[in-house]
């Protein structure tokens, strides 16, 4: 093989290979930035529908059972988002109850999914609507996921 077909094959192989979590942010990163309120609220809606078609999940954990009935409760109210008990290649958000080790956490981080505090979920069914993630996010881990995902691992 020639060195420009060598070096095709090994781009494609690359490709094939690649399991990268897809990017995945806030609904409202997908709003122009000029645009006014009114036009933003349209804009989110439209968003949330394209979500909705892609059947995006949300994941919690550390939760205790009748905690759980109050998420999908709130799920369900707020729509867009489907509960699922696993992070799954759907999964887009998981809402922590507290930041220690479990694997849906850990499949969570992996994935590149919002990381929230469960306070994200209230403050959303407070406001009618599901929130921006960014204030939210849970920045402070247990020290074995920090091990975990240490890079002198």
Do not use: M
């Not at 994941?59 to 799954?88: A, M, P, W």
């Not at 998981?94 to 849906?104: C, I, Y």
């Not at 881990?141 to 002198?152: E, K, L, R, W």
Request: with cysteine; charged share 25%.
């Amino acid at each position: 093989p020639t060195r420009r077909s060598t070096r095709l094959l090994s781009i494609k192989s690359t490709q094939e290979n690649d399991i990268s979590p897809a990017q995945r942010r806030s609904t409202h990163d997908f709003l122009p930035k000029t645009q006014s309120s009114a036009t933003n609220r349209t804009r989110i809606k439209s968003n949330l529908k394209n979500i909705k078609a892609k059947r995006c999940s949300i994941v919690c954990t550390r939760f205790h059972n009748s905690e759980v009935q109050v998420f999908h409760q709130i799920v369900r109210k707020l729509g867009v988002f489907f509960y699922e008990d696993e992070v799954s290649e759907k999964t887009t958000h998981l809402v922590a109850a507290e930041p220690r080790r479990t694997v849906n956490l850990l499949r969570a981080i992996a994935r590149g999914c919002w990381v929230l505090k469960s306070e994200w979920l209230y403050r959303s069914l407070e406001a009618g609507h599901w929130i921006a993630e960014e204030e939210y996010e849970l920045i402070e881990f247990s020290i074995a996921v920090q091990t975990s995902f240490s890079p002198d691992r």
